[in-house]
């Protein structure tokens, strides 16, 4: 649903559909591996040495804290802030945590366009939606997406593209 201004052109506009829920899951299991691993190797040399202890406060208590909000508070921010939407005319996303962007790729740039699935979200039915563009700032991904859901969108995107006239550069 594009919105059409007086002079007939398209507006941009923020995206409207949220990812899937089970993205929360997603964000947070990554969180859990990565930051849970960094953790986990602390407490160890922690443990074994005890000569490094006074050494590993800080790193201790500062891996604890950021692992604590990117389990409790970071799957559910980008949840409430992940939007995405594709239309005839532009891929639209919104993305972000901390820093939030706002993307736009019109169909007529569009020079690929992909669905990606890592093991975690294999295991939860997810899949990541990549549109490639002649931009130099890279492709627009739109993770947490429902793996059929990403399907439709490359299908529909790829026959869009192709009806689009120019080389997309």
Do not use: C, F
Not at 75 to 90: D, G, I, L, M, T
């Amino acid at each position: 649903m594009n919105s059409i201004s007086r002079d007939g052109i398209t507006s941009i506009r923020l995206p409207q559909l949220r990812v899937e829920r089970r993205a929360v899951w997603w964000w947070l299991l990554r969180s859990l591996l990565s930051w849970g691993t960094v953790l986990a190797a602390l407490l160890s040399v922690y443990a074994i040495w005890p000569g490094t202890r006074p050494w590993l406060v800080v790193p201790l208590v500062v891996t604890t804290l950021v692992l604590l909000a990117k389990i409790i508070v970071e799957p559910w921010w980008r949840y409430r802030v992940h939007r995405w939407e594709v239309s005839a005319n532009a891929t639209y996303a919104t993305t972000g945590w901390v820093v939030r962007e706002w993307r736009v790729a019109p169909t007529s740039r569009i020079q690929t366009v992909d669905a990606v699935r890592g093991p975690l979200e294999q295991l939860l039915g997810l899949s990541t939606l990549r549109v490639t563009t002649a931009s130099s700032y890279g492709a627009i991904k739109i993770n947490g997406l429902d793996h059929r859901i990403a399907d439709e969108a490359v299908t529909r995107l790829a026959a869009v593209a192709e009806l689009t006239e120019g080389d997309a550069t």
